[in-house]
Nanobody, 118 residues
Framework: VQLQASGGGLVQIGDSLRLSCTAS????MGWFRQAPGKEREFVAA???????KYHANSVRGRFTIFRDNKNTVYLQMNSLKPEDTAVYYC?????????????????WGQGTLVTVSS
């Protein structure tokens, strides 16, 4: 399975950005991020059919995960803050459980850097 993530960039506080990740087939998908010097953390996930979505407390209300009717998942990020600066990774899982855990994912894409400047 190949995952291709895109959409990162340099933005300012309060700006919006949309990340996308396309898989070669349909899976439950998640976004994680890793800030410099920190561990990778869960951001959001969506199940195979898109019926269930999960967001980390730190982004709930600002970020939204959704997917199209094919194999692309999006992360809409609004009201960006400096603490959102990180490399964002998409991942694919063959399960619909425990999608907030890295160990639930079978495949990982390359990261895309999001920098929120003050």
């Amino acid at each position: 399975v190949q995952l291709q993530a895109s959409g990162g960039g340099l933005v300012q506080i309060g700006d919006s950005l949309r990340l996308s990740c396309t898989a070669s087939s349909r899976y439950s998908m998640g976004w994680f991020r890793q800030a410099p010097g920190k561990e990778r953390e869960f951001v959001a996930a969506i199940t195979y059919q898109g019926g269930n979505k999960y967001h980390a407390n730190s982004v709930r209300g600002r970020f939204t995960i959704f997917r199209d009717n094919k194999n692309t998942v999006y992360l809409q990020m609004n009201s960006l803050k400096p603490e959102d600066t990180a490399v964002y990774y998409c991942a694919a899982s063959s399960t619909s459980r425990d999608l907030d855990l890295m160990r639930s994912y079978d495949y990982w894409g390359q990261g895309t850097l999001v920098t929120v400047s003050s």
